[in-house]
């Protein structure tokens, strides 16, 4: 096992980001705190409490390692993005405003050279600067509005990332027996139990799930963060997922960053909660003649090859409708599309990005950036893969635009 990424590299570089995030926008603020002549303590304090989170962030990334976090240390990445994460578009504002700046003063400065290699009869009128009220009245906008992220951030960490939302999507499946038209499935993807701070937010997301009474349910893949503990914090709640046609499940890459013993214990676990774990191997959905089929693939993406879609397949017909549970979509082009019979792939694994905009139709995501299919529906040709924006949170337990997702499939023998 341990088929963890090395994040050293990027620790450090990140780190090196944080700390030139801090220092430029607390050097701004304490220059301007310092022209509206407020008291020393408005702006010693912010680089005291910039110290303390550099040496907390140090001292979480040395004890732990970033995909291993527990719930204790998924509040403390909570309270340092909270400090960090609003920074970004202040710093981001202050640097056009900075850039700007620049800009006028290199024109005023070419202008003065030029003006004076050239003879002038009649002199011109010099520009007139700012005036002291209206550089007070900017500075003290600009910093009023810094407010605003610290809202928002402080909103996506109380109530977006546990506002689940029920996403209804329809479509046709290659095979399906008219018999099973209609049949609703409901997929939810990356729990992340170790980032739940109680048991409190799945319970939430079974009310929902149970309300749209779903023929089966499927979870693909990431049950917990590593470790094998993080299991109890959802275990009852688990085992209470229940559908007519059973649930099922895969394996994503965090059940793989453990060592072998705590893999074992991770995968005994699911399976004493009644969860049908499906590792490379296949089930026929309403009985063993039936034509649909819902098979499952170990995790293949993020440095692991655990999967087998051979095995995965084995036993399915020409005429079976195939539905293969794979948590990480970027196997979908590579193992799926052109090369097996599987009409529909269900995968999580990207969160959606955690951060991005949904709004009228439109999406957007950095995670976009990184993932061909990033979240949501994609297909080529008779064959789809749906991407779901997952239950949980990896490292900053934060959702911006992007709230966790509970999917429900209606699926169509034929197109209506």
Known sequence: MNQQPNFTLFSIIAGAILVVL???VLAHWTKFAKRRQLRPMWYNI???IAAAFLILNIAIAL???FFRLDSTDTLLVGLITFWYLPKVPIMLFLIVRDVLKLMLLVGSTVNRIFRLGVKQQTPKPAVL???ESRRTFLGKATWSLAAVPYVITGSSMLSTVYDFQ????????PNLPRSMDGLKIIQISDIHAGSFPDYMPFQEALRLVTEQRPDAIVITGDFVNARPEELSIIARDLERLRAPEGVYASLGNHDHYNSPAEHKQIVSMVKDLRVDLLINENRRIGGENSRLVLAGMDNTGMRQDFGRIDLALRGTLPDDAIIL???DPTFWDRGIVGQTPVGLTLSG??????FGVQAFGFEWSPAQYVYKQWAGLYRTGDQVIYVNRGLGTVGPPVRVGIPPEIT????RSHVA
């Open 349 to 354: 694994h990207t969160h959606g990005g955690q």
């Open 325 to 327: 549970m794979s948590h």
């Open 166 to 173: 029920v996403m209804p999507v329809e479509l046709v499946l």
């Open 63 to 65: 004890r732990r390692h």
């Open 46 to 48: 912010p680089w005291i």
């Open 22 to 24: 801090d220092v430029y």
């Open 408 to 411: 429900v499939f209606t699926l």
């Open 129 to 131: 600067a700012p005036s």
